[in-house]
């Protein structure tokens, strides 16, 4: 079986940036492009007609949270995550891969599967590839990802090598599960979903490359990077990046997991990702961060207590357009869940009109210019705020 709904075409490129399109059973989705991601079939606070009106064209789900609850086949009964969450347009889910490894003590690996325990019940399951597949397959979104073990940043290389191969094992498991004998319930999904390959090696150069050669040689219709933006600092990630788009074959799709600050998206475009995802706008919006063309400000501070106009001036979004930041100050202030939505909604325009943009300045072979007057204007959060973020996000996930 070969998926015969889903087709890539690489329309313009300038540089190493490209832009270009792709289709799926619904709907087509122009690139480079950013997925909000809805891990519980939901944008946090935000309705999927909000999400559309701000220029989203696909968005991705969870598949480990959505397998928990509420299950695979009370989703796939109620008509498919589509139908389920109201979302017309194109959905890329997960393996629940990354969730898993996430889990820290409460998981266990080896060559045939992940044990976990559920965060919400303690109990406990397995994924194993076919599982991973057949779960997706449920789900019944339009790109579908490999299950692959993501290892975390600062892992001896022994480790990060068996990992390694244990994903290109599962990859072709995958492969094989998905292609050649789709599970039989959800026969009829597997032949409209597109399976992703994953590239995985941590920061060693020679690892990556022998990962990208094999993930490559299996023929997906679309290949994603992953165990990036795990803890390494940015000048590793760029570089790792630049190596293995090099390496992937070039009428296929990139996809850079879970990466969403806005300079790593303009770096990530100019070496040839197509693809992006990352909790990031949403999350630190709910914290009152917003992203600024100057770079992130914190709206609780009080110099917006008594900004008598918008936080952007030329911002389109709905926040900007109606109301002051002296109005959001006071709402996160007061805790108000109208604050939470509209810098959700900023943080989500802000990203989206960027990924717009980018595509603009590669049709108009004007890429690089673009990514000077951003790096001029743009200053992004330091690294070390960054790592102590990072170093937060993973403890709270038992990494």
Known sequence: MTTLSFTFQVQHRDGGARAGRFTTPHGSVDTPIFMPVATQATIKTLTPHEVMDLGAQIVLGNAYHLYLRPGVETVHRLGGLHEFMRWPRPILTDSGGFQAFSMGAFRRVDDDHIRFRSHIDGSEHIFTPELAIANQQGLGADIIMCLDQCIAYGAERAEVERAMDRTHRWARACYDAHYASPALTYAGNARRQALFG???????????????????????????????????????????T????????????????????????????????DMFDCVLPTRVARNGALFTRAGRVNIANRRFAEQDAPLEEDCACYACSNFTAAYLWHLFKAKEVLGLRLASVHNLHFILRLMAGMRRAVQEDRFESFRREFHDTYRPTDEATRQRQKEKWLAARGA
């Open 198 to 240: 994953i590239v995985q090696g941590g920061t060693f150069p020679d690892l990556r490359q022998r990962s990208a050669e094999f993930i490559a040689s299996i023929p997906f219709p679309g290949y994603a990077i992953g165990g990036l933006a795990v803890g390494e600092s940015k000048a590793q990630m760029y570089e790792i």
């Open 242 to 273: 630049q190596q293995v788009t090099e390496l992937l074959p070039g009428d296929k799709p990139r996809y850079l997991m879970g990466v969403g600050s806005p300079e790593d998206l303009v770096e990530g475009v100019s070496q040839g990702v």
